[in-house]
C-alpha cells in the first residue's frame, strides 16, 4: 500500500518553471514506478510522465510528446519524494496534476494503483 500526496502547484506565467512534489509514505517506495498525470476541465486525465527502476540499478523515463524537453520527472528514494520539474510552461499545460504509483512499467492510467489527490496548476499567458 502506497500513499501519495502532491505539493507544489500554482498559479505561473507562460515561460516560468514549477516544481511539483510527490511524497509516498508505505512500504518499498522504490520498488514502484512513480507517473505524473494531469486532468484539464473538460479533458480526459492523460499521462505526463513516469520513472521506474530497473532491477540493474538504471531507470526509464517516459514522456508524453507534448512535454518532452520542458519536463523532468525525478526521484529521491531517501525521502520517499518523487518530483515533475516543469520549465517553458505553456497555457495548455493547465491542470490539476497527479501522481501514481505501481509495480512495473507503465504508461496509461489504467496501469496504476495508488493516486495522489492532485495539484492545480494554472499558466497565464
Known amino acids: 500500500q502506497v500513499q501519495l500526496v502532491e505539493s507544489g502547484g500554482g498559479l505561473v506565467q507562460a515561460g516560468d518553471s514549477l516544481r511539483l512534489s510527490c511524497a509516498a509514505s508505505?512500504?518499498?517506495?522504490?520498488?514502484?514506478?512513480i507517473g505524473w498525470f494531469r486532468q484539464a476541465p473538460g479533458k480526459e486525465r492523460e499521462f505526463v510522465a513516469s520513472?521506474?527502476?530497473?532491477?540493474?540499478?538504471?531507470?526509464?523515463?517516459d514522456y508524453a510528446d507534448s512535454v518532452k524537453g520542458r519536463f523532468t520527472i525525478l526521484r529521491d528514494n531517501a525521502k520517499n519524494t518523487g518530483y515533475l520539474q516543469m520549465n517553458s510552461m505553456k497555457p495548455e499545460d493547465a491542470a490539476v496534476y497527479y501522481c501514481?504509483?505501481?509495480?512495473?512499467?507503465?504508461?496509461?492510467?489504467?496501469?496504476?494503483?495508488?493516486w495522489g489527490q492532485g495539484t492545480q496548476v494554472t499558466v497565464s499567458s
Open positions: 520513472h521506474t527502476w530497473t532491477s540493474t540499478r538504471t531507470y526509464y523515463a
Open positions: 508505505g512500504r518499498a517506495f522504490s520498488t514502484y514506478a
Open positions: 501514481a504509483a505501481c509495480l512495473g512499467r507503465g504508461t496509461t492510467t489504467a496501469r496504476y494503483d495508488y
